[in-house]
Nanobody, 126 residues
């Protein structure tokens, strides 16, 4: 059984930075494609960024392009989301997700990910 654990969330002022980390217990995350999603009350879960197993292919949603960067360290078995120039509208619960079925590409669809973390809160104050 794979369990994902996120860390790195918190409260930051607008314009600031945070780095989220995601690691897996039970199996190394290097065996999975991964994605970062976020959700606010009353809204659907949105894919912020995704990365394939090798790290050579990534996806960013338009609203975070140029500000957020997804990366991975397959030796450490960790996936990161570096978030710069944070805005109040980035405030959300951020989830890490992992997929064994996505072998080469990336996906922004939540239903393509089998494993989910509990989430880490990111709050950006104006």
């Amino acid at each position: 059984q794979v369990r994902l654990v996120e860390s790195g969330g918190g409260l930051v002022q607008a314009g600031g930075s945070l780095r989220l980390s995601c690691a897996a217990t039970g199996r190394t995350l290097s065996d999975y494609s991964a994605g970062w999603f976020r959700q606010t009350p009353g809204k659907e879960r949105e894919c912020v960024a995704a990365i394939n197993r090798s790290g050579r292919s990534t996806y960013n949603t338009d609203s975070v392009k140029g500000r957020f960067t997804i990366s991975r360290d397959n030796i450490q078995g960790t996936v990161y989301l570096q978030m710069n120039s944070l805005r109040p509208e980035d405030t959300a619960l951020y989830f890490c997700a992992a997929s064994r079925t996505l072998r080469v590409g990336v996906s922004s669809r939540p239903d393509e990910y089998e494993y989910w973390g509990q989430g880490t809160q990111v709050t950006v104050s104006s």
